[in-house]
């Protein structure tokens, strides 16, 4: 007979032993389910941001135009605003040249002016990361180099630069960035 009370007052401890568990099952599916919900949460953020900081960069580069980014492998031209005026430019051409690469801007003169002693300075880096919060280490790895000062634009026309980019692969020329100055004027006579 004291086993059998023993195994009765053993009981309601089994029970409640076994649905403990079954709660923290519960418990943790919950946790699990809200971790996947925070998760797809902080995707959805995340792509809303970058989405934003690219608009904003789009807008704030077309507002002040100083320079420009072009995408390699396209005929596209943008304007780029300098203290002499708007130029039109363009990637003319990008090709493997001793180690590195030659990139052949195109620059539109609009005026009937010849600007002279045109001073290029270049950016590049692999392609813009689309996750924002890749974004500082890729600015990290960006590499830029001034070119020129001996460069004419002719009036009303197409001027193309050549500036070849040392110890660069192919993969690190997905983003380009120009800026572009001036520094006299010949006036026809």
């Known amino acids: 007979m004291p086993r059998l009370c023993a195994l009765f007052l053993a009981i309601p401890f089994l029970l409640s032993g076994q649905q403990r568990p079954l709660a923290t099952q519960d418990s943790v599916a919950a946790l699990q389910k809200q971790v996947t919900a925070l998760k797809k949460q902080v995707e959805s953020l995340d792509q809303a941001l970058t989405f934003f900081a690219q608009m904003y960069r789009e807008k704030l580069d077309a507002a002040l135009a100083e320079s420009v980014a072009l995408e390699p492998g396209s005929q596209k ?70 070119f020129g000062g001996s460069t004419e634009l002719e009036p009303e026309s197409w001027t193309k630069i050549p500036l070849v980019l040392r110890d660069t692969k192919s993969d690190q020329l997905g983003y380009i960035e120009v800026k572009l100055t001036t520094g006299g004027v010949l006036m026809p006579k």
């Open 77 to 146: 031209f943008k304007v780029v605003t300098t203290q002499s005026g708007r130029f039109f430019i363009r990637i003319d051409q990008v090709e493997p040249f001793s180690g590195g690469y030659r990139v052949t801007l195109a620059v539109g003169n609009p005026y009937g002016v010849a600007f002279t002693d045109t001073k290029v300075t270049l950016a590049w880096n692999r392609k813009e990361p689309s996750d924002f919060l890749k974004y500082e280490d890729w600015l990290k790895t960006k590499r830029s180099q001034e």
